[in-house]
């Protein structure tokens, strides 16, 4: 499930996004034992979140928190300074929230400040909008440069990590899956009307297959930059593209049909017209799209040498989940005791009547402006709810002139 609004913002957006990538492929990896290029001094800690000027905060054993160039240090990642934990960050149902995004951004910089052994994304989920989807995608891409983030397919409700899911994983610096879990199908699925419904091919047609190609990119540079197939990920977003493995001078390879040479054994077909690509943890791990399989997050940490490394659970995105499920709440609650006052103002009221009902309806309408501006997921009209305040408040004024001059 994959939901997207064709706006130009957001197809400037993926632009930007898919640039980055590209130019992440060459940035500097940081690591945990550093070493001054001049003097051979060394230090031992990891690096923070970035700070002005390309210089890098660094956490260091022997001389607290500072500033580094990484152009004069030679940076080794390893475990050297490194607090022996791990921190999870659990992404489960749809991604669909900013709130829930916003969590998620939060934590994943805080878990990386705290240095731990790594980060450890457990997912399930059946994908969600683009827009949240890529700002998690930058978020690990830019945590990747100094602490290192996994994922790990757990399976559950939704089986795997799907969709949007499935580009959350990609972007990690390794994946494992369980068994029986799976990762594809990440189609974009417009809000425009089908093909079916609209035979002409409006703009809006046009700005999908735009979109549709810009997505397909993307998905594409995420596996890439951590050396998986990028075909497979383009795959796994357009139905019309075929996918054959091939072997060559003892190399493996991932090309279309048409681009296959006569020197070229073929050994298997990955993808065919007419179906997204979704694969299974086996032929995730065998296609190389994924680095594992394990049974649980222990066998996991066992593999990964964090057996005996303390397990901090973040719980920010199910706090954000639960904070918009009493907001809600608090809304539909809200719009029923507007909707009463609406219609008692339409019938004649004594002027103290009036004005209570005014005033309460005024301090909602308030009340709902502040909620919208806080929480976007609400997806009220900020400027309509001016209006209706303004409205009231016009209301409200003109029954208190009516009173004064009465008197």
Known sequence: ???????????????????????????????????????????????????????????TQEKGVMELNPAEWEITRDESGRNNKVVVLPVEEAI???????????????????????????MDTPGGRIDMAQRMCAAITKTTDYCNVIAFVRGGQYGGAISAGAAVALACDKIYMAKNTVIGAASLVSLTKSKEEN???????????????????????????????????????????EVIEVKQSEKRLFIEPTNKTTDQQLVRTWSTK??????????????????????????LLGQLQAGDAEMVVDKSMEKAR?????????????????????????????????????????????TLIS???????????????EDELNSVNANFERIMLETKRRK
């Open 199 to 241: 035979k002409d091919k409006s703009y809006t047609d046009v700005i999908d297959e735009k979109f549709s190609s810009l997505w397909r990119a993307y998905l594409a540079s995420l596996a890439q930059q951590n050396d998986r197939p990028g075909l497979l990920a383009r795959a796994m977003v357009d139905n019309d593209i």
């Open 1 to 59: 499930m994959l939901e997207v609004t064709m706006r130009k913002k957001a197809l400037e957006g993926v632009k930007i996004s898919v640039l980055a990538l590209v130019l992440a492929l060459g940035g500097v990896c940081f690591g945990d034992t550093f070493t001054n290029r001049q003097t051979g001094a060394k230090l031992h800690g990891y690096a923070m979140s970035q700070a002005e000027d390309g210089r890098t905060n660094v956490h």
């Open 371 to 385: 909620m919208a501006k806080k929480y976007p997921d609400l997806k009220l009209d900020v400027a309509a709810l």
């Open 274 to 299: 007419g179906s997204l690509l979704t694969l299974t943890a086996e032929e995730a791990v065998d296609s190389t799209i994924a680095d594992g399989l394990v049974s649980s997050r222990e066998e």
């Open 96 to 122: 669909m929230l900013e709130i829930e995004t916003d969590a998620f951004e939060k934590a994943l910089a805080a878990a990386a400040d705290s240095g731990p052994l790594f980060i450890l994304i457990e």
């Open 322 to 366: 639960r904070e918009m499920d009493i907001v809600r709440r608090q809304l539909e609650g809200i719009r029923k005791s507007l909707d009463m006052k609406m219609k008692q103002a339409q019938y004649p009221q004594p002027a103290p009547k009036a004005l209570g009902i005014l005033r309460g309806a005024r301090e909602e309408f308030e």
